[in-house]
């Protein structure tokens, strides 16, 4: 008995350690450039960060306020759970706040079911959103990051889906809230699971007695974690994804297979806050472009570049032949890292 315990202690271990390798991005959450990566674009699977792809089609497709009768399927979702019962009632903006902050698969399965007609449906919706926004590393199969072979994503594009996501001002909201009373039949305070957002600068939803919070940190935070989302498989091992923000910089950080990605996250973000800096390329205004054509950027562009880049930052615009359209272009050498569209009117004279 005691040969065959020590067996088992040691092959035990090795079935829940994740399999395919490890990989990080961090962009500049403005433009999408990648700042620092490692293995970023490798295909891994990502866990419960495939639920901001999910909060994002859901909020897309669907109106806060819908109220969906909990199927028993959802109700018996495997994994993470915020525990909704068969047949109960419960608001789509509700099983939102049940999914990012609690990682809920019976959320998921109920928005899926929702909006998409059946998981499947919601699945294709999915993955459509993902081809517009151009995520070729990735491939849904369902709406929770439960282990499928083919569900799978990279570092790069799970970093870009928090910083497409955050773009709409509902899903920001709900991805910053670190405390949310639930009004399903349960009815429990939720808190964040992501532990940077409760040491940082997330948000209080429905909270009528402040003195009920029970993250003391909150009051006196110096984070700079503003939103994000944690997951976990055996086989995808720790996935962490998180939105900093600092003096207007803004930095979305995606470990995939890390686990010790709370400092890691940290290491990342300062990296960014020391070597970077926000620097206007482009001023806002009208530019001569010849005697008859001007363009006119209505917004400044303001890049993060760290020194080097600073010195070999490049502007280039492309104007159409009839003189209707622009494009405005900043470049690193050949690299192309932001292009915007600028208006076309005659030059002054």
């Known amino acids: 008995m005691i ?16 399999r395919g390798g490890s990989g990080y991005a961090v962009l500049d959450g403005d433009t999408g450039r990648v700042l620092l990566a490692s293995n970023s674009e490798a295909r891994l699977p990502i866990a ?22 909990i199927s028993p399927k959802a109700a018996m979702a495997e994994g993470s759970s915020i525990y909704l019962q068969a047949g109960e009632t419960v608001t789509v ?15 998921a399965t109920a928005l899926a079911e929702h909006v998409g007609g059946s998981v499947e449906g919601f699945v294709k919706l999915m993955n459509e959103r993902a081809v517009i926004a151009g995520l070729t590393n990735t491939v849904f199969m369902n709406p929770s990051g439960l282990h499928h072979d083919e569900h799978l994503s990279s570092a790069r594009d799970t970093a870009e889906m928090l910083r497409i ?20 039949v349960n009815g ?8 940077l957002l409760r040491e940082g600068s997330g948000s209080v939803a429905e909270m009528d007695d402040e003195t009920e919070q029970p993250v003391s940190s909150l009051k006196s935070a110096t984070g700079m974690a503003f939103a994000g989302k944690t997951g976990f498989t055996k086989v995808a091992g720790r996935t962490l994804a998180t939105a900093f923000q600092k003096d207007g910089q803004i930095c ?28 206007t390329v482009v001023k806002k205004g009208k530019y001569n472009v010849n005697k008859k054509v ?4 209505e917004q400044p562009i303001r890049l993060q ?45």
């Not at 960060?49 to 009768?69: G, M, P």
């Not at 903006?93 to 959320?107: C, F, I, K, P, Q």
């Not at 429990?188 to 532990?195: G, Y």
């Open 305 to 349: 570049l760290n020194k080097e880049e600073q010195e070999q930052v490049r502007q280039v615009l492309h104007v159409s032949r009839k003189r209707k359209e622009a494009v405005l272009s900043i470049f690193l050498g050949e690299e192309r890292i932001y292009a915007v569209p600028v208006k076309v009117e005659s030059a002054d004279r």
């Open 93 to 107: 903006e509700t099983l939102l706040y049940g999914l990012m902050l609690r990682s809920g698969n019976d959320a």
């Open 165 to 184: 996501a955050l773009q709409n001002k509902t899903f920001e909201k709900i991805a910053s809230t670190v405390l949310y009373r639930a009004d399903t």
């Open 48 to 69: 419960s960060l495939t639920k901001i792809w999910t909060a994002l089609v859901a909020i897309e497709n669907s109106n806060l306020q819908d109220e969906v009768v």
């Open 188 to 195: 429990m305070l939720w808190e964040n699971k992501h532990r």
């Open 252 to 279: 979305i950080v995606v470990t995939l297979n890390e686990s010790d990605d709370w400092n890691v996250h940290r290491g990342l973000a300062n990296k960014v806050w020391q070597d970077y800096s926000l620097e």
């Open 294 to 297: 001007a363009i006119r950027l």
């Open 3 to 18: 040969i065959m315990t020590l067996m088992l202690m040691v092959i035990l271990p090795q079935t829940s350690l994740a």
